[in-house]
């Protein structure tokens, strides 16, 4: 027995999605469940989510970090390059 998942998605976004995995050879149920499938093998999403920039879930945990020990240590930067530079190398 199967289950319904219902979603609601921008039309534009599900039409270029099916027309992609068509040419996979898939149907759209199929895409999905191959991603539930990736999400339940890796235990994660299947792809790295990230800014524009390239920040990544694990840079914004360092920030927090970084600047939770901040404002309990008084801790400043001049720049937020200088910031990050101190953030990367540690």
Do not use: C
């Not at 976004?13 to 999905?32: F, M, R």
């Not at 499938?37 to 999403?45: A, G, L, N």
């Not at 989510?49 to 801790?75: F, M, S």
């Amino acid at each position: 027995m199967n289950s319904l998942i219902s979603v609601r998605i921008d039309p534009k976004t599900k039409k270029s999605a099916q027309k992609t995995l068509e040419e996979l050879g898939l149907d759209l149920s199929a895409g999905i469940t191959l991603f539930l499938e990736q999400v339940i093998e890796t235990e994660s999403i299947p792809f790295t989510i990230a800014t524009k920039r390239g920040h990544t879930l694990r840079h914004w945990k360092l920030y927090k970090k970084e600047i939770a020990w901040a404002k309990k240590h008084g801790k400043g930067y001049r720049t937020a390059e200088e910031m990050h530079a101190d953030i990367l190398k540690g």
